[in-house]
């Protein structure tokens, strides 16, 4: 018999635990029966660290980021707050302090 697939991330990895379905990726825990409403909206975000990522979560940045059009960088360890995931190549939108709007990679973030 095979398991259905987690339906946060998808992974293939779940176990039976008494009557739940769990996943040890993510630590989702459901119902065999249950049909889960969708929230991601069909697609999950992780951080560097593999870290699901979520609407209005804090991040913090891995590495220092150029920006195009300018000769000013995003430091490593810049705090990000309340980002909003996007389903792109650049899937985080967020304001960072002195530079406004912005569009990062989840590559080069970690969860706060």
Same mark, same amino acid.
């Given at each position: 018999?095979?398991?259905?697939?987690?339906?946060?991330?998808?992974?293939?990895?779940?176990?039976?635990?008494?009557?739940?379905?769990?996943?040890?990726?993510?630590?989702?825990?459901?119902?065999?029966?249950?049909?889960?409403?969708?929230?991601?909206?069909?697609? &999950?975000?992780? #951080?560097? *660290?593999?870290?699901?990522?979520?609407? @209005?979560?804090?991040?913090?940045?891995? /590495?220092?980021?150029? !920006?195009?059009?300018?000769?000013?960088?995003?430091?490593?360890?810049?705090?990000?707050?309340?980002?909003?995931? &996007?389903?792109? #190549?650049? *899937?985080?939108?967020?304001?960072?302090? @002195?530079?406004?709007?912005?569009?990062? /990679?989840?590559?080069? !973030?970690?969860?706060?």
């Amino acid at each position: 018999m095979e398991l259905a697939p987690c339906p946060l991330c998808k992974s293939a990895y779940t176990y039976e635990m008494n009557d739940l379905l769990v996943c040890p990726e993510c630590g989702h825990e459901w119902k065999a029966e249950e049909e889960i409403a969708d929230s991601t909206e069909g697609f &999950v975000v992780k #951080d560097s *660290n593999g870290n699901i990522l979520q609407n @209005g979560d804090s991040v913090v940045t891995i /590495k220092n980021l150029p !920006v195009k059009g300018t000769s000013q960088s995003i430091k490593a360890g810049t705090k990000v707050r309340n980002i909003r995931l &996007v389903d792109s #190549d650049h *899937n985080i939108d967020c304001k960072i302090d @002195g530079f406004g709007a912005m569009a990062l /990679k989840s590559e080069f !973030v970690k969860k706060a």
